[in-house]
T-cell receptor, first 111, second 112 residues
């Protein structure tokens, strides 16, 4: 399978704390993307990091990419209750025309 | 606001019925995708299309077909619905190049 794998599967933190989610993958990639899904809804694109980039920021989000380890991490700083959702990484492989999604990390932020 | 619209949020169908799931995008995107999402299995690609009348099988095409007669519309067809096709179905689109997807809100299909 070309799917990525997120770790942990579930994460529960207090509001104001930072949340870190990890993603490992198996194939060569053009880019890696992170998405958010609120319960029962579609996914929303958060951030894209290209294979030649090591770190990227967007607001309270920080993404890192280590292609030698085939891994990425998503950091959400100063979390809010509204950040409660599932987060997915998706790889855009060099040999494919579509994204491969992991199984997601369920984040719960407690007010 | 650009978007992908799926025709139904919730759908209940009987075993053996032919089911049509419709997806429309207003962004003039070339590529459209159908995924299903099941607990513990993540998102799995059923079919995708990179142009009008073009289609490619994904990882789990069995029991499904698709139609793309117009650029903005990508339909998923369950030829004869079965209970193991009960799932959340997600449509997405993206332009050419390695960009992100825009997803619809999803259709939760229950086959009884």
């Amino acid at each position: 399978s070309q799917q990525g794998e997120e770790d942990p599967q579930a994460l529960s933190i207090q509001e104001g704390e930072n949340a870190t989610m990890n993603c490992s993958y198996k194939t060569s990639i053009n880019n890696l993307q992170w998405y958010r899904q609120n319960s029962g809804r579609g996914l929303v694109h958060l951030i894209l990091i290209r294979s030649n980039e090591r770190e990227k920021h967007s607001g309270r989000l920080r993404v890192t990419l280590d292609t030698s380890k085939k891994s990425s991490s998503l950091l959400i700083t100063a979390s809010r209750a509204a950040d409660t959702a599932s987060y997915f990484c998706a790889t855009d492989g060099t040999g494919a025309n579509n994204l491969f999604f992991g199984t997601g990390t369920r984040l719960t932020v407690i007010p | 606001d650009v978007k992908v619209t799926q025709s139904s949020r919730y759908l209940v169908k009987r075993t053996g019925e032919k089911v049509f799931l419709e997806c429309v995008q207003d962004m003039d995107h070339e590529n459209m995708f159908w995924y299903r999402q099941d607990p513990g299995l993540g998102l799995r690609l059923i079919y995708f299309s990179y142009d009008v009348k073009m289609k490619e099988k994904g990882d789990i095409p069995e029991g499904y077909s698709v139609s793309r007669e117009k650029k903005e519309r990508f339909s998923l067809i369950l030829e004869s619905a079965s209970t193991n096709q009960t799932s959340m179905y997600l449509c997405a689109s993206r332009t050419t190049g390695r960009s992100g997807y825009t997803f619809g809100s999803g259709t939760r299909l229950t086959v009884v």
